[in-house]
């Protein structure tokens, strides 16, 4: 909670371009900067609260550094492959225990890991790295991670600002926001798998 007020008042005095420094924190989340991408988010919302700011371009900026790091990662992972981890900056923090649980992780989920991702803060990176080294095909990545962001990102904003002038709560809320978001999510990818199953197997019943 300190660190949330402390990168408010700090942003605050950025005035309009707040919205250019909020974009690259959130990128610098993407590559690994380590401060929890849900307290950008909610942070943008305090701004808007305060008048610094305004919900729907703040909503945008969000979206896009959250969605253009993601992406950065996802490819860079996509093009140089496993060997990633050997190069600067990701060979810092990207020790063998972390990318091994990574892998677990992808083992035991396998590509709906990215749908996850957004609520791994520790993970987000590595995962989105690997999903482009293991091979993930870029539209499922873009699927998985876009819903996730067009669900989680507005949410969080709003959070942010309706509960600025009660800082007290916050962190209560923004635990039981995470559990929310999650499920919403879940619930969206399932019906949208479930939508194309159905069609897929009607599509085999009237051709048979």
Not at 66 to 88: A, E, M, N
């Amino acid at each position: 909670m300190e660190l949330l007020v402390k990168l408010s008042e700090t942003l605050m005095a950025y005035g309009h371009l707040a919205y250019l420094a909020i974009f690259l924190i959130l990128i610098a989340c993407g590559f690994g900067l380590p401060l929890p991408e849900d307290v950008v988010l909610v942070t943008g919302g305090i701004l808007v609260a305060a008048g610094v700011c305004k919900f729907e371009w703040v909503v945008a900026v969000t979206l896009a550094g959250v969605l253009i790091g993601d992406g950065i990662i996802f490819h860079l992972g996509r093009h140089y492959g496993p060997r990633i981890t050997s190069k600067w900056p990701f060979k810092l923090f990207l020790n063998e225990q972390r990318m091994e649980k990574t892998r677990l992780v992808f083992k035991k989920y396998g590509e709906k890991v990215v749908l996850a991702a957004r609520f791994m803060p520790g993970l987000r990176m590595p995962i989105f790295l690997s999903s482009g080294s293991f091979g993930v095909p870029p539209w499922k990545f873009w699927v998985f991670d876009g819903v996730a962001a067009l669900v989680s990102v507005p949410a969080w904003v709003w959070v942010g600002y309706f509960f600025a002038g009660h800082l007290e709560d916050l962190e209560r809320v923004m635990k039981q926001t995470q559990m929310v978001i999650f499920s919403v999510i879940t619930l969206l990818i399932l019906s949208v798998v479930w939508f194309f199953y159905r069609r897929k197997k009607a599509e085999t019943i009237s051709n048979s």
